[in-house]
C-alpha cells in the first residue's frame, strides 16, 4: 500500500514566496547568519519577474525619472550576475541567475514546487506550516521561530488568521486626496503578457483559441498603435497621456490586458480571470493584425504568458497602515527600513473603455517605508512583504512595485537574523538603530541616512590618493553615503589610470586585525539594468557591464611601511565587494585600481573596513 512521505523540518525563518520579495528576504536572513528555508510553489522562482509572467522590474526611478533613488542591496546585485551573462535578455537566463543565487547561498534550503496548504497558530504565534512538494510527493511540516509571508496574495497570513483588507478605503478612514467617499470593492486586476518578433515580411494572424473581438473605439484609450489619435491628443492632459503611451511597444505588451474580475474576492476568480486573459490578448492581437493598419503586419507573436500576474488582491493590516498621505507629503519615519518612489497607479481595467487604463498620481521623490508596515498586526512572530504588506489601497498602488518590494524584503530577512541572533521571539524586539545600519552596510539605500557604524575603522582613517579628479576627493569614500544623492557625487574618481594603477590609501588611526575590507563601486545608476521583453526599455541600457564598475584592484594591507597581505580581484562585476583577510594586523589599507570594465577612470563610492 503506498505510503506518503512525510519530513519535518526547523529553521531560523521561514519565508513562502520565492517573488523578489521572497528572495531577497531569504538570501538577506541567510547572509547574516540565520538558517533558512524558502517555500515556493512554481519550478522557476522570481514571481511576477519570472519567465513565467515576464514582468520587468520597476521602482522607485519611475522609469529612471528619479535614478538616484534606484534599488541597491541584494536585488541590484541579481541584476549585475544577470547583467555579466544575459546580452539577450532571455528570461531563461535570467531564471538561472535567481535559481543558481538561492542554491549557492549558504544555510538557505529552498523547496520549489511546494505549496503551503495549511498553518497552525498559538496565542497569536505561527507554529508551523505544511506544505506539498508535488514534484517528490513529499508531505512537509516545518517550524520556525520566525516566518515571512511573502505570497503577494498574504496567503500565509490569512491562513493564520491575520486581519486583511481588499478594496478601497473611505476618504475619511486616512485622510487620504484621490481615495473615494466610501469604500469600495474596486481593484487592480490581472494581466497576461506577450511577445511579438517583426519577421521582416508579412505574416498572417488566426486566433487560435475563441478570441474576444474589440473596436478602435474601444481601445482608442489604450496605445496599440504606432499612431495616436488627434482627438486623444487634443481630449487629454499630458500626464493623462504619458500613461496612455508610455511603455508602448509594438512587440511588448500590453499592461492595460487587465481584467480585475468582478466578485469581492479576486483570488477566487483565479481562474475564470485566466481563462478571459488568454480570449482577450488573443482578441487585442487580432484587433492589431486584422483590425486596420496599426503597424503590425510583419510581427509575429512568439510568446504568450499562461499565468497571469497579479497587481492586487488582499492587503495584510500590520502595525503601521501606510497611507497616500505618508507617499505624497514625503512622511520620515524612525524606523525606516525600505523606500519608495514609484507614482500611485492606480488601474481601472481593460473593458472600462471610456476611462484611461490608469489613474496616476506624482510622488515627489522618495517616500520612507517603516518597520512596521512589515509586522502582522496580533501575531509576534509573523512578517509580510511584498505587494501585501500594510498600506491602504491608494498606498499600495505605489509600493506594490517589485523593486519596492524587493527591498522590503531583505529589511525583513535582516531583522529575522537580528532577532534570531539576539535570541528574541517576537518582531517588534528589533533594534531599529542597528537593523537600519546593517541595511546601509548592505548596501541597501535609506534616504538621510548615513554610516555611522561604530565598528567601521575607515571611519576615522586619513585617506590619500594617487590622483583624483576635481570634486571627487578621496575623502569622499568616507562620507558615510555610498551613491550621488542630487549634486552631491560622495565619490573618489582618479585622473585616468596609470600603467601601474591608482591608488587610494586609508591609514588607520591604530593598528587593527583586519579582516573585511568592503569597497562599494559605481555601477552607474542612471542606466536600466534591468530584464525586459521590452524593445523600448531595452534601449535604454548598455549591453554588458557596466563600464564603470573597477574589474581589476589589489588590496594591500601594510604595517610600517612594509606589506603584510594582499588580495587580488580579478574580473570583478559587482557594485559591493567584500574581501576578506585573516585577521591580519596592518595600520594601512590600500587600494590599487587597475583596470575597469570601459571607463577610463577608477571610480570607488565607499570603503569600509572590519576587524
Known amino acids: ?298 510581427f509575429e507573436l512568439i510568446w504568450v504568458g499562461m499565468l497571469p500576474g497579479t497587481r492586487e488582491s488582499r492587503r495584510v493590516e500590520c502595525d503601521y497602515m501606510l497611507c497616500e498621505t505618508d507617499l505624497l507629503e514625503g512622511h520620515k519615519f524612525a524606523d525606516a527600513v525600505a523606500y519608495g518612489g514609484w507614482h500611485i497607479d492606480n488601474h481601472v481595467g481593460l473593458f472600462k473603455f471610456d476611462q484611461i487604463p490608469s489613474f496616476v498620481y506624482e510622488v515627489p521623490g522618495a517616500y520612507d517605508i517603516p518597520y512596521r508596515s512589515y509586522c502582522v498586526k496580533g501575531f509576534s512572530n509573523l512578517f509580510v512583504g511584498g505587494r501585501c504588506m500594510g498600506a491602504s489601497k491608494l498606498a499600495m498602488a505605489s509600493s506594490r512595485v517589485m523593486g519596492t518590494c524587493a527591498i522590503g524584503g531583505q529589511a525583513i530577512g535582516t531583522a529575522a537574523a537580528q532577532l534570531t541572533r539576539n535570541g528574541k521571539t517576537n518582531v517588534r524586539d528589533v533594534e531599529i538603530a542597528a537593523l537600519q545600519e546593517t541595511l546601509l552596510k548592505d548596501d541597501c539605500y535609506l534616504p538621510d541616512h548615513i554610516n555611522t557604524d561604530t565598528a567601521d575603522l575607515a571611519r576615522g582613517a586619513a585617506v590619500t590618493a594617487s590622483s583624483a579628479q576635481q570634486g571627487f576627493d578621496a575623502k569622499k569614500v568616507i562620507s558615510g553615503v555610498s551613491r550621488r544623492v542630487g549634486s552631491e557625487e560622495n565619490a573618489w574618481r582618479s585622473v585616468g589610470l596609470a600603467e601601474n594603477g591608482e591608488t587610494l590609501t586609508l591609514a588607520l588611526t591604530a593598528p587593527a586585525a583586519v579582516r573585511t575590507v568592503q569597497l562599494t563601486f559605481d555601477s552607474n545608476f542612471d542606466l536600466e539594468k534591468k530584464i525586459t521583453l521590452s524593445s523600448r526599455r531595452q534601449k535604454q541600457q548598455v549591453v554588458g557591464i557596466p563600464a564603470e564598475l573597477l574589474k581589476d584592484f589589489d588590496v594591500i594591507l601594510s604595517r610600517s611601511g612594509e606589506t603584510v597581505a594582499t588580495k587580488e580581484i580579478r574580473g570583478n562585476y559587482q557594485r559591493l565587494c567584500r574581501v576578506c583577510f585573516d585577521g591580519v594586523r596592518c595600520d594601512t589599507v590600500t587600494v590599487r585600481a587597475l583596470a575597469t570594465n570601459g571607463t577610463p577612470d577608477a571610480r570607488i563610492f565607499e570603503i569600509r573596513i572590519y576587524e
Open 1 to 298: 500500500m503506498f505510503s506518503q512521505d512525510v519530513c519535518r523540518a526547523h529553521y531560523d525563518f521561514v519565508v513562502v514566496g520565492g517573488g523578489l520579495t521572497g528572495i531577497c528576504a531569504a538570501m538577506a536572513a541567510a547572509r547574516n547568519g540565520a538558517e533558512v528555508a524558502l517555500i515556493h510553489d512554481r519550478p522557476v522562482l522570481g514571481g511576477n519577474a519570472s519567465s513565467e509572467i515576464r514582468m520587468h522590474v520597476c521602482g522607485a526611478t519611475a522609469n529612471m525619472q528619479k535614478p538616484d533613488l534606484s534599488e541597491g542591496g541584494i536585488l541590484h546585485e541579481l541584476m549585475l550576475s544577470n547583467k555579466r551573462v544575459n546580452d539577450s535578455y532571455n528570461f531563461s537566463i535570467w531564471d538561472a541567475v535567481l535559481f543558481d543565487a538561492v542554491k549557492r547561498q549558504e544555510r538557505l534550503t529552498v523547496y520549489l514546487n511546494t505549496t503551503m496548504f495549511g498553518v497552525k497558530t498559538e496565542q497569536g504565534m505561527v507554529k508551523e506550516i505544511e506544505a506539498y512538494q508535488m514534484s517528490t510527493e513529499k508531505r512537509l511540516f516545518i517550524t520556525a521561530r520566525f516566518f515571512a509571508d511573502c505570497t503577494g496574495n498574504g496567503t500565509l497570513s490569512a491562513f493564520a488568521g491575520a486581519s486583511f483588507r481588499t478594496g478601497s478605503e473611505a476618504r475619511s478612514e486616512f485622510g487620504e486626496l484621490h481615495a473615494p467617499e466610501k469604500s469600495n470593492h474596486d481593484r487592480m486586476g490581472n494581466t497576461l503578457l506577450f511577445k511579438a518578433a517583426d519577421r521582416g515580411h508579412p505574416v498572417p494572424f488566426v486566433p487560435p483559441v475563441d478570441a474576444m473581438h474589440f473596436t478602435e473605439e474601444q481601445l482608442k484609450y489604450r496605445k496599440h498603435s504606432q499612431e495616436i489619435p488627434k482627438e486623444i491628443l487634443e481630449s487629454t492632459t499630458a500626464e493623462e497621456r504619458r500613461m496612455l503611451f508610455d511603455g508602448y511597444a509594438q512587440d511588448y505588451g500590453y499592461w492595460w490586458i487587465e481584467i480585475p474580475g468582478e466578485k469581492e474576492n479576486i483570488i477566487e476568480e483565479y481562474e475564470e480571470i485566466r481563462d478571459q486573459l488568454v480570449r482577450a490578448v488573443y482578441g487585442v492581437w487580432d484587433h492589431i493584425k486584422n483590425g486596420g493598419d496599426h503597424g503590425a503586419e510583419n
